[in-house]
Nanobody, 120 residues
Framework: QVPLVESGGGSVQAGGSLRLSCAAS????????MGWFRQAPEKKREMIAR???????YYADSVKGRFTISKDNAKNTLYLQMNSLKPEDTAMYYC??????????????WGQGTQVTVSS
């Protein structure tokens, strides 16, 4: 079973919304931390949101107030609701999980990525 499978990417105009989903295997979903990363062309991959045990959350300043990370325990699924999208949000978005720590700084599981393109 593939550990993480993202869906929900696509093209949207600036100001629009998208919701990304990440379906996890039962084992992966029990990781200490799950998060969303993104990588724009010629830029480093960055963590933009994470949720750890106890449902504590973290958001990068670039998405704070616009993006919301959440989990559905009944579906073993991680979500990223993205509102007020900007062209600079254009990137490949990845779901990741870290089974050995609660920071998501060293994920040991990665999804295949889903493209988000925001046009002005």
């Amino acid at each position: 079973q593939v550990p993480l499978v993202e869906s929900g990417g696509g093209s949207v105009q600036a100001g629009g919304s998208l919701r990304l989903s990440c379906a996890a295997s039962e084992y992966t979903y029990r990781s200490y931390c799950m998060g969303w990363f993104r990588q724009a062309p010629e830029k480093k991959r960055e963590m933009i949101a994470r949720i750890a045990w106890g449902d504590s959350t973290y958001y990068a300043d670039s998405v704070k107030g616009r993006f919301t990370i959440s989990k559905d325990n009944a579906k073993n699924t991680l979500y990223l609701q993205m509102n007020s999208l900007k062209p600079e949000d254009t990137a490949m978005y990845y779901c990741a999980a870290e089974s050995t720590g609660a920071t998501c700084l060293r994920p040991n599981y990665w999804g295949q990525g889903t493209q988000v393109t925001v046009s002005s």
